[in-house]
């Protein structure tokens, strides 16, 4: 990973859209922005239209005196290609570029990302206006980072993409032998004798393949980064010492493995929005942040493979490279490194965006999810945006600077976060240490969205969520880990709703437990192979003899039923006919059909233990759970003493630490720890915190560190 020369401290500011405004507007935003201590701002991601308002001809002094006017204010840019939002001359021109829906039906221009990246005529214009920005601003002061594109993520049904598909299924299975084995073609008569029978899954009688579809989402990631690798190379090869990077969108919709592509930009970069108004919204936060820093480490790995053949993210590294020594036996606090830094480059300042309405953000809630962001590792904080916007389709969107203008409780906590980040600047130096980690995959996200399930309660984002906010409530830090990350030296995994495992990766696995690790499977795990086909023989399939069980029958539950268990709990959405074949009952069930057979179980395997639970446990009980597992492992909290609602953050180097201490309860807390609080400078024995008040403490008989 990279990080632009020059550019010192946490980041803070935002998407800038001075096109939208008269130039008379501009020297105040300057203004304003240097009240507020911003110093990095995203310049011209939906600009297009203005940069080249016919083909070939480009109106580029307007940008010159805005970038002029932040350089002359000290505000760095990390200057964008407008490439997700096409021109109307474009799509005119190139209607065959414009996207195509599962429905076949062809979309219109009028709205964002009208484009198909598989269309050659898109792919050379994003090219053209990429080069001509950077031939233009490869020397200017003001440039900082190059930001391609905005949140990757348009699917395209049209027959651009056809070819392209089929382009990508001949170099990841070489013949159609392997094909049909791996789509099942047998099935429904979908047995493919030529490859251009093969088409983008569209709209159909019933229901479609779903391998054919978990395929066409890994296609769409590989198609939409090699449309970003083809602007970052242009970019990189004017500006060699400019990092280049796009910014990472979240949601189920999204066809991008971030994983993989977080080896391919210079800096991980997310927008993150929570859809809670409540507690909710603090452990989505959480949750995102996590995710950034555990994909920013891919940006470290060497040889990472691009071969279209491997399903499972394969690196040069892939198997442990701790491979023979013990996970449990890792020296006390221990962990994977950190990793590089990552950015939160989007957030909403004032508004929570909740299903159906916009909720407004409470006084100093805005700061409290900014530093948590900072404290698991983001670089600073960037907003969309800096000035809300007087038209468009987001006219109510959140703004640091919003329709109200700078006299505004929404710019007052403004200035007052960029006051708070420069006291911050120390703790970018470092990590943050997990012992506990997640595992992340997104293709049995894609799959479990392609295929036909028992319940249409099962969710892959809703389960892993379940268990992050399970650790994040028992005051654990956790890192995501996907197949080619290295296990050991985390005291536990845990793997929510694994659906697809392949050989490759329950091997691993195997390795990590049989060394000391503790492991935690959830039900529905195990399920499938790389290509979505169900391992016969009994649930969960690649994972059975590590667990020592045998499932022979799923009974997923009503969401209004609750089954007893024998610690007193109960289990809701799925529970299983679980049998035993070496491991041993840890709770069970009863009553009911299942009276007696186990709900969670434990299993030695090797120097290692590994837990089964095949029902969904409650909140508390789930948090309980995980909490007498984790410390069973080894593992323990950030900070013990916290209160419940006081989220507690560390990041450390060799010989210095930060907590963050977060109070997202309406009341006061105590927590009984000493050091220096870096928001007051004042050096405290006991931190006490206001109703939704932060601190960070450089903790007792610590020294600043060197950034």
């Not at 984002?461 to 030296?489: I, K």
């Not at 209004?560 to 299983?576: K, N, Y």
């Amino acid at each position: 990973m990279r990080w632009p020369k020059g550019l010192t401290g946490l980041c803070y500011g935002g998407d800038y859209n001075p096109e939208q405004w008269p130039a008379e507007v501009w020297p105040t935003d300057v203004e304003l922005m240097r009240r507020a201590r911003v110093n990095l701002v995203t310049v011209g991601v939906f600009a297009w239209s203005r940069l080249e308002p016919q083909p070939g001809r480009y109106d580029l002094d307007w940008l010159d005196r805005v970038l002029d006017l932040l350089h002359d204010g000290g505000i760095r840019v990390a200057l964008a290609t407008p490439t997700a939002s096409p021109p109307p001359w474009f799509s005119l021109r190139h209607p065959d570029a414009l996207p195509v829906t599962a429905d076949g039906v062809r979309l219109s221009h009028g709205s964002r990302d009208t484009y198909c990246a598989s269309a050659p005529a898109y792919r050379a214009a994003a090219r053209e206006i990429a080069t001509a920005l950077a031939d233009r601003y490869r020397d200017h002061p003001a440039l900082a980072l190059w930001h391609v594109h905005n949140e990757y993520g348009t699917t395209c049904h049209c027959e651009h993409v056809a070819v392209a598909f089929r382009t990508w299924l001949r170099a990841r299975y070489g013949d159609l032998d392997r094909l049909n084995e791996a789509w099942t073609g047998s099935f429904w008569s979908q047995h493919h004798t030529g490859w251009e029978q093969i088409r983008p899954p569209r709209a159909t009688q019933y229901l479609g393949n779903p391998s054919q579809l978990l395929d066409f989402r890994r296609f769409v990631s590989d198609e939409l980064l090699a449309a970003y690798v083809e602007q970052r190379d242009l970019l990189r090869a004017a500006t060699p010492d400019v990092p280049v990077t796009t910014n990472y969108v979240l949601g189920g919709w999204v066809p991008v493995d971030h994983a993989r592509w977080s080896a391919e930009v210079d800096l991980v970069a997310i927008d993150h929005y929570p859809a809670e108004a409540g507690p909710g919204a603090e452990e989505q936060t959480a949750f995102a942040a996590d995710l950034a820093r555990s994909w920013a480490r891919h940006g470290q790995r060497s040889g990472a493979s691009k071969d279209p053949l491997l399903s499972d993210v394969v690196e040069a590294g892939a198997l442990p490279s701790g491979a023979g020594r013990s996970a449990a036996a890792a020296p006390k606090g221990r962990h994977p490194p950190g990793g590089p830094a990552w950015l939160l480059m989007e957030s909403a300042p004032n508004l929570i965006l909740t299903p159906g309405r916009m909720h407004a953000k409470e006084p100093g809630r805005m700061t409290r999810h900014s530093l948590a962001h900072v404290a698991r590792g983001s670089r600073g904080a960037m907003f969309f945006q800096w000035r809300a916007s007087r038209g468009g389709a987001e006219v109510f969107h959140s703004a640091l600077v919003p329709h109200a203008g700078p006299d505004s409780r929404a710019f007052r906590e403004a200035v007052s976060l960029g006051v708070l980040l420069d006291r911050l600047a120390e703790v970018d130096a470092g990590a943050v240490p997990a012992r506990v980690a997640i595992a992340w995959d997104v293709a049995s996200w894609w799959a479990l969205q392609a295929t036909v399930l028992p319940s249409a309660q099962l969710d892959y984002s809703a389960e892993v969520s379940a268990a992050h906010r399970a650790l994040y409530r028992a005051g654990h830090a956790s890192d995501f880990v996907t197949d080619g990350d290295d296990l050991f030296g985390y005291a536990l995994l845990v793997l929510p709703a694994r659906y697809l495992v392949s050989d490759r990766y329950a091997s691993r696995i195997r390795d990590y437990v049989a060394a000391g690790g503790h492991l935690l499977v959830s039900y529905f795990s195990g399920i499938a192979d790389e290509h979505a086909r169900v391992r016969v023989g009994g649930y969960p399939g690649a994972l059975r003899d590590l667990l020592g069980i045998r499932v022979e029958e799923f009974h997923p539950l009503d969401p209004a039923t609750r089954l007893p268990l024998s610690d007193g709990g109960t289990g809701r959405l799925w529970a299983e006919t679980v049998r035993l074949t070496g491991a041993t009952p840890a709770v069970s069930y009863a009553g009911g059909l299942l009276d007696g057979l186990p709900a969670l179980t434990r299993h030695g395997y090797g120097d290692g233990v590994a837990w089964y639970l095949s029902t969904r446990l409650d909140d508390d009980a789930y948090r309980d759970l995980l909490a007498r597992v984790a410390e069973a492992a080894g593992a323990e909290p950030t900070c013990p003493a916290a209160p419940a609602g006081v989220e507690a953050v560390r990041r450390s180097t060799a010989d210095t630490s930060w907590l963050f201490l977060l109070n997202h309860t309406d009341t006061a807390q105590t927590v009984p720890v000493s050091g220096m609080e870096l928001l007051t400078g004042e050096h405290v024995e006991t931190v006490r915190l206001p109703a939704g008040g932060c601190a960070v403490l450089r903790e007792a008989g610590q020294t600043a560190a060197s950034s």
